[in-house]
């Protein structure tokens, strides 16, 4: 009997650890249809040059211990030109690099900072014609000859008003005052008569939330607003179709395209869109389309 109550309580002890292991908390949710924060293959390719697992890199087999051992000097690689800017850098270097390729046509993507695969493909083929070694990395030759056929970036060239490039404009956004955002580019731009007045990257509904689309105009605003479903602040807030409006979103600022909206139209420059929010009127037309 006493072995029997031993064997019990041993039970019992293990029981209570397995169920306090698995059990947990409330779970911290995203945004329906938003991504996971791991980012996926596809999310790394949402965004030109964000991170160097835009370049598709395989990634590398870690050494066994013998292996490492048995390693000698005489297996390092020989000498090579020394590159001043490589795949996976960044600095405001790069950003100029980047302006300078641009110009020469070599790409069309705004300068990030970041040197990834366009960065990569740019440079090779800036070498390749221009008779330099293409390695894809900028070496002080390459550089001095970008330099060379380029003129110094000015500062909209260094940080364009935005990332993404702004989608022709629909032909709603041609009269009036509106804003015309296009779900194509991933752009809002502020058209008085025709003309662009100032642009901005922005985000919109995953698929179990959409941003709708077509004409509306805006129906009130709020500069300091929490919404009243999901609890989050929405700060310039404009809206243009029953609860949907334009606002600032400090998750899309932090974390880009990897997440979504639960269906209004988020922007991540908090001044420029403080900016726009002083500008536009109730009663603007809103104009969302692809």
């Keep these: 009997m006493l072995r029997q109550r031993v064997i019990i309580r041993t039970l019992g002890v293990a029981t209570a650890v397995a169920l306090a292991a698995t059990a947990c908390g409330p ?9 996971s924060t791991v980012p996926s293959a596809s999310a790394a390719g949402s965004t030109p040059e964000t991170s160097p697992s835009a370049d598709n890199k395989p990634a590398e087999a870690s050494p066994s211990p013998s292996a490492s051992q048995s390693a000698s000097p005489s297996a390092s690689p020989s000498p090579t030109v020394k ?9 405001e270097q790069i950003r100029e690099l980047q302006a300078r390729l641009k110009q020469l046509k070599y790409m069309t993507v705004a300068p990030t900072g970041f040197y990834g695969s ?32 380029s003129k110094k970036p000015t500062a909209d060239e260094l940080r364009p008003p935005t990332v993404n490039e702004v989608d022709a404009p629909d032909p709603r956004c041609m009269t009036g005052r509106v804003m015309c955002i296009s779900k194509e580019s991933r752009t809002l731009a502020w058209m008085i008569d025709g003309k662009i007045v100032s642009t901005m990257d922005v985000r919109f ?5 959409p941003t709708r689309e077509g004409q509306f105009k805006v129906e009130w605003k709020a500069k300091d607003w929490t919404s009243t479903i999901y609890h989050t602040p929405m700060p310039y807030a404009m809206f243009f179709s029953q609860g949907q ?20 139209v988020n922007v991540r420059d ?7 929010f002083e500008q536009v009127q109730v009663g603007d037309k809103v104009v969302v389309y692809w």
């Design 270 to 276: 908090k001044g420029k869109l403080a900016s726009l």
């Design 245 to 264: 409006a334009v606002h600032y979103s400090a998750d899309f600022a932090a974390r880009g395209y990897a997440g979504a909206s639960h269906g209004c």
């Design 83 to 91: 590159a001043i800017m490589a795949n996976g850098d960044e600095s």
């Design 118 to 149: 366009k960065t990569t493909a740019a440079v090779k083929a800036f070498q390749g014609k221009n008779g330099l070694t293409a390695s894809g990395a900028v070496d002080d030759a390459t550089w001095k000859k970008i330099q060379s056929v």
């Design 27 to 35: 779970q911290k949710t995203e945004p329906a249809g938003s991504a």
């Design 205 to 209: 509904g995953s698929e179990n939330t």
